[in-house]
């Protein structure tokens, strides 16, 4: 098909003819619907990110907005000035502040991360080897929470562990503790808070995943002499790897970016970039400070994960 | 012997004198299935199954869906385990064994191969689990890929191959442990026809060729017959029949064998004449007094059915010589099928019967055609007669 069109427009036989096949070349249908996605990408996500990117450009002023414009017009010596400033982003580098914050993030997200897996798979198994008329019910148990404010689940978690709160009741009541523990306001808080808001986002692929596979795999590996344990780490979990990953990404890059969670469960000291975000944006009120720390993360996070899609995606035409 | 298994289309090695195993008076069964039933609540899926089966057989469980063929097959492998009764694999009781521990091993009707292992790595995955090194797995698997022809494709992955290779590299897996007995679910059920014919006889040769003892399930009853050194007929989780394919074919033991493989005229009849070494039965369906050169044991008068092949029968416009065992009819349909033509003819009692016969000559001028008044008749040894 490519080559009978592009011998036309070799031996020019008419370029009306070349142009009809040009057009009729374009599947209207199917451009239509892969215009929907890409106009949502381009408006809601791309366009945002050269705003941010534009004002991380830029100098913290006592204006509205609160940033220096880029481009300056000098009507009398017909100039443009371009004027940008990468002092936001040295800074970042400079204080280590920033790069403490976005280590702490990385670390609490990918602990948060790893713990989420170990709760997720067990219960992503079970869903996947129920009956299936069990499995609709136990989908609906994994969904259910989120038909409660995500702040609401939050707050309960204080109310779980501060203090006074029923953790600390019961401990004491069964005479386990006789002093109450601190868990509020610790980095401990701040990993149940993640571990189970994000739990369904684990739980979801995984069970995608395990549930497409074939069980006669696990008979076949049986029958070759592996044991059940043996047979679990050799053909279960690598065939639930693209859910593992797709998982992982699903938690850990919100995680990162966490800003509610640490806020109202972490303590002081637990840094988050979130945290820093919030900060430099409401309490600094320096905007260009805050779109190079938004604009870095992005960095952070995207780069790997396309990476890791990369090599996937490779390993799989291979 | 050497003739029923030429008939039956294999023929196991020319030079076998003695008589094979299971003929042999005390000779010691390789597996051994004793009352085995399996109930799934209140479904009875294997109905107290007694089988003997010898070294280097090649036994075929045929039958239907749910007739248990694959529940017995699965109880083999240990993959269920059995409501009463023992299996008994080379004088080792396999009650409480788990698979992985049984000298079994088992080819999948889906061939379950591990989508994200290589070939290699499929095929050696048994010899990893019994911790053999590294090398020597790697020659066994090179060996085993070579024997089914398939050495070159060792690191494709199996969605990367066709039907045909990926049944080659199950069976690959499922022998290259060397196992003493192998299980096969329909082995050839997921190929086309042509490859299907190919590959019975590729099996058959390296069953004989490693001397492991095959038990094989499946519907197909060609393939039972090609395959087989015994059948097992299977129906509603009893065996109905056992014996070698000849045998299942020309001597049925009932009507469900005589029907469920190949196709045969069934008359019902009742019997006038009961000699020890012939039986005469009058058949209103048949419409004349039918002669059986065998002996049988029934009470006089009881209903019985004569059972007759298509292609034992002879057809003609002619009224042949012969008196015994000859209808009358008219052709209702024929189909030209190369080989050998198909007619059904429909008797004066209603009753229709399928006769085939071999296109000996070329001339079409010759060929019975609709409406023709025609004579069915066959020998006398060429029919049975059924009691159950």
Known sequence: ?318 | MIETAGDAGLIASPDITELPLWKQEGATPFLRIENITKKFGDFTAVDNISLDIYKNELFCLLGGSGSGKSTLLRMLAGFESPTSGRIIIDGVDMSGVQPWKRPVNMMFQSYALFPHLSVEDNVGFGLKREGLGRAEVKQRVAEMLDMVQLGHLGKRKPSQLSGGQRQRVALARSLVKRPKLLLLDEPLGALDKKLREETQFELINIQEELGVTFVVVTHDQEEAMTLATRIGVMNNGIIVQTAEPHDVYEYPNSRFVAEFVGSVNLFEGRIIEDQPDSVRINSQEAGAVLYVSHGISCAPNQKVHVAVRPEKMRISREQPDQQENCVCGVVEEYAYMGGLTVYRVRLASGKEVRVTQPNTSREASERLTWKEQVYLYWDLDSSVVLTA
């Open chain 1, 1 to 318: 098909m490519s080559i009978q069109t592009g011998s036309a427009w070799v031996d020019g036989s008419g370029s009306r003819l070349a142009k009809y096949n040009f057009f009729k070349r374009i599947n209207w249908g199917r451009a239509s619907v892969f215009s929907v996605p890409t106009l949502w990408l381009a408006i809601f996500f791309f366009i945002p990110f050269l705003v941010v990117f534009k004002i991380s450009l830029s100098e913290s002023a006592i204006a509205v907005p609160p940033y220096t414009a880029l481009l300056d017009w000098n009507a009398e010596d017909a100039y443009i000035n371009l004027k940008l400033n990468l002092g936001n982003y040295l800074f970042l580098f400079e204080d280590s502040f920033y790069i403490d914050a976005y280590l702490s993030s990385i670390k609490i997200a990918a602990v948060s991360t790893f713990f989420t897996l170990l709760i997720a798979f067990p219960i992503a198994y079970l869903m996947a080897r129920s009956k299936p008329s069990m499995r609709a019910l136990l989908l609906a148990l994994v969904i259910l929470p989120f038909w409660t404010s995500f702040l609401l689940r939050v707050y309960a978690w204080m109310g779980f562990l501060k203090k006074n709160g029923l953790v600390n009741e019961f401990l004491m009541g069964t005479g386990i503790i006789d002093q109450p523990l601190i868990m509020l306001q610790t980095d401990f808080a701040v990993y149940i808070g993640i571990v189970y808001t994000y739990l369904p986002f684990m739980v979801l692929p995984l069970y995608s995943a395990l549930e497409k596979m074939d069980m006669t795999l696990l008979e076949a590996a049986e029958d070759l002499g592996a044991r059940p344990t043996t047979s679990f780490f050799l053909i279960t979990v690598p065939l639930a790897v693209p859910g593992i990953i797709a998982g992982c990404v699903l938690v850990f890059i919100p995680a990162v970016g966490e800003f509610v969670i640490p806020s109202l469960l972490g303590g002081s000291d637990t840094l988050m970039i979130g945290r820093v975000l919030w900060d430099e944006f409401f309490l600094n009120r320096d905007w260009p400070m805050a779109s190079a720390v938004a604009i870095v993360m992005l960095i952070v996070l995207v780069l790997p994960i396309m990476l890791i899609r990369n090599s996937q995606g490779k390993e799989e035409t291979a």
